[in-house]
Protein backbone atom coordinates (compact mmCIF):
# COMPACT_ATOMS: atom_id res chain seq x y z
CA UNK A 1 0.00 0.00 0.00
CA UNK A 2 1.45 3.62 -0.72
CA UNK A 3 0.07 6.32 0.91
CA UNK A 4 0.57 10.17 0.89
CA UNK A 5 0.33 12.58 4.02
CA UNK A 6 0.54 16.65 3.82
CA UNK A 7 3.68 17.50 6.48
CA UNK A 8 3.62 21.00 5.77
CA UNK A 9 5.51 23.76 4.63
CA UNK A 10 5.21 22.16 1.65
CA UNK A 11 6.87 19.01 2.31
CA UNK A 12 4.79 15.79 1.60
CA UNK A 13 5.38 12.39 2.58
CA UNK A 14 5.63 8.73 0.26
CA UNK A 15 4.88 5.93 2.84
CA UNK A 16 5.01 2.39 1.31
CA UNK A 17 5.84 -1.07 2.86
CA UNK A 18 6.20 -4.61 1.51
CA UNK A 19 7.14 -7.76 3.64
CA UNK A 20 9.22 -10.30 1.86
CA UNK A 21 9.70 -14.09 2.88
CA UNK A 22 13.51 -13.51 2.82
CA UNK A 23 15.98 -12.62 5.73
CA UNK A 24 16.83 -9.45 6.21
CA UNK A 25 20.62 -10.95 4.83
CA UNK A 26 19.27 -11.61 1.79
CA UNK A 27 16.70 -8.52 0.90
CA UNK A 28 19.73 -5.77 2.04
CA UNK A 29 22.03 -6.50 -0.66
CA UNK A 30 19.75 -6.26 -2.91
CA UNK A 31 19.02 -2.96 -2.49
CA UNK A 32 23.04 -1.95 -1.58
CA UNK A 33 23.88 -2.86 -4.98
CA UNK A 34 23.03 0.48 -7.53
CA UNK A 35 22.76 -1.67 -10.36
CA UNK A 36 19.51 -3.08 -9.29
CA UNK A 37 17.51 0.72 -9.23
CA UNK A 38 17.68 0.39 -13.08
CA UNK A 39 15.95 -3.05 -12.66
CA UNK A 40 13.11 -2.09 -10.66
CA UNK A 41 12.45 1.24 -12.40
CA UNK A 42 9.57 1.53 -14.76
CA UNK A 43 11.50 0.74 -18.42
CA UNK A 44 9.63 4.18 -19.93
CA UNK A 45 11.47 6.07 -17.08
CA UNK A 46 14.80 5.31 -19.31
CA UNK A 47 16.71 5.50 -16.17
CA UNK A 48 20.37 4.45 -15.92
CA UNK A 49 22.82 5.01 -13.69
CA UNK A 50 25.73 7.55 -15.02
CA UNK A 51 28.40 6.91 -11.72
CA UNK A 52 30.46 3.63 -13.14
CA UNK A 53 29.11 0.63 -11.46
CA UNK A 54 29.57 -1.25 -9.04
CA UNK A 55 29.33 1.99 -6.75
CA UNK A 56 30.85 1.16 -3.04
CA UNK A 57 28.04 2.14 -1.02
CA UNK A 58 28.53 3.86 2.10
CA UNK A 59 28.05 7.57 3.96
CA UNK A 60 28.76 10.47 1.87
CA UNK A 61 29.12 8.24 -1.43
CA UNK A 62 27.31 10.68 -4.69
CA UNK A 63 25.48 8.56 -7.54
CA UNK A 64 24.54 10.68 -10.73
CA UNK A 65 21.72 8.99 -12.89
CA UNK A 66 19.53 9.98 -16.06
CA UNK A 67 15.89 9.17 -16.39
CA UNK A 68 13.01 10.72 -18.20
CA UNK A 69 10.15 12.15 -17.38
CA UNK A 70 7.42 12.49 -19.71
CA UNK A 71 9.52 12.40 -22.36
CA UNK A 72 11.65 14.92 -20.74
CA UNK A 73 15.61 14.03 -19.93
CA UNK A 74 16.99 15.14 -17.02
CA UNK A 75 19.98 14.49 -14.60
CA UNK A 76 19.50 13.50 -11.17
CA UNK A 77 21.99 13.07 -7.99
CA UNK A 78 21.76 11.96 -4.71
CA UNK A 79 23.57 11.92 -1.78
CA UNK A 80 23.53 8.77 0.79
CA UNK A 81 23.36 10.61 3.83
CA UNK A 82 23.15 7.66 6.22
CA UNK A 83 24.12 4.16 6.02
CA UNK A 84 23.19 1.39 8.21
CA UNK A 85 23.42 -1.83 6.53
CA UNK A 86 21.78 -4.00 7.15
CA UNK A 87 19.36 -1.88 8.64
CA UNK A 88 18.45 1.33 6.63
CA UNK A 89 19.73 3.93 4.61
CA UNK A 90 18.97 7.27 3.25
CA UNK A 91 19.62 9.10 -0.19
CA UNK A 92 19.32 12.81 -0.95
CA UNK A 93 18.56 14.43 -3.95
CA UNK A 94 21.59 17.22 -4.32
CA UNK A 95 20.29 17.73 -7.95
CA UNK A 96 17.17 17.02 -9.62
CA UNK A 97 13.49 18.13 -9.93
CA UNK A 98 12.65 17.94 -6.96
CA UNK A 99 13.39 20.75 -4.38
CA UNK A 100 13.98 18.03 -1.84
CA UNK A 101 13.96 14.32 -1.52
CA UNK A 102 15.14 12.64 1.18
CA UNK A 103 14.49 8.96 0.92
CA UNK A 104 14.71 6.70 3.59
CA UNK A 105 14.55 3.00 3.45
CA UNK A 106 14.00 0.52 6.34
CA UNK A 107 14.57 -3.24 6.72
CA UNK A 108 13.10 -4.78 9.90
CA UNK A 109 12.91 -8.36 10.71
CA UNK A 110 9.23 -10.15 11.26
CA UNK A 111 7.72 -12.81 11.42
CA UNK A 112 8.05 -14.48 7.84
CA UNK A 113 10.16 -12.26 6.28
CA UNK A 114 11.94 -8.84 6.59
CA UNK A 115 9.62 -5.63 6.10
CA UNK A 116 11.02 -3.15 3.42
CA UNK A 117 9.17 0.54 4.72
CA UNK A 118 10.09 3.43 1.82
CA UNK A 119 9.54 6.96 3.02
CA UNK A 120 10.37 9.96 0.94
CA UNK A 121 9.90 12.94 2.44
CA UNK A 122 9.68 15.54 -0.64
CA UNK A 123 9.03 19.29 -1.42
CA UNK A 124 8.26 20.14 -5.19
CA UNK A 125 10.22 22.87 -6.55
CA UNK A 126 8.32 26.85 -6.61
CA UNK A 127 6.40 25.96 -3.78
CA UNK A 128 3.28 27.22 -3.33
CA UNK A 129 3.29 27.85 -7.30
CA UNK A 130 3.73 24.35 -8.20
CA UNK A 131 1.41 23.23 -5.88
CA UNK A 132 -1.64 22.68 -9.25
CA UNK A 133 1.15 19.86 -10.04
CA UNK A 134 0.88 17.82 -6.78
CA UNK A 135 -2.05 15.52 -7.62
CA UNK A 136 0.18 14.58 -11.10
CA UNK A 137 2.94 14.40 -9.09
CA UNK A 138 1.55 12.11 -6.31
CA UNK A 139 0.02 9.84 -9.21
CA UNK A 140 3.43 9.29 -11.10
CA UNK A 141 5.00 8.15 -7.54
CA UNK A 142 2.36 6.17 -7.02
CA UNK A 143 2.77 4.19 -10.33
CA UNK A 144 6.66 3.67 -9.70
CA UNK A 145 6.59 2.85 -6.64
CA UNK A 146 3.53 -0.01 -7.39
CA UNK A 147 6.33 -1.16 -10.25
CA UNK A 148 8.74 -0.66 -7.90
CA UNK A 149 6.86 -3.40 -5.32
CA UNK A 150 6.08 -5.91 -8.24
CA UNK A 151 9.82 -6.24 -9.80
CA UNK A 152 10.91 -6.57 -5.68
CA UNK A 153 8.65 -9.16 -6.02
CA UNK A 154 9.61 -10.62 -9.04
CA UNK A 155 13.03 -10.47 -8.34
CA UNK A 156 13.57 -11.63 -4.79
CA UNK A 157 11.09 -14.04 -4.51
CA UNK A 158 9.76 -15.50 -7.96
CA UNK A 159 13.24 -16.29 -8.82
CA UNK A 160 13.44 -19.65 -10.83
Do not use: C, K
Given at each position: ???FAN???????????V?L????????????????L?R??P????FR??T?????I??E????YR???????????TR???W???H?F??E?EAG???????????V????GT??????????????L????LPI?RA??????T?R?R????????V?
Amino acid sequence: MITFANLGGGRHELHTEVVLPLSRGEVFPFFAATENLERITPPELAFRIVTPTPVDIREEVRIDYRLRLFGVPFSWRTRISEWDPPHAFIDEQEAGPYHTWIHRHEFVEVTGGTRMTDRVVFRLPLAPLSTPALPIVRAQLRRIFTYRGRAIRRLLIDVD
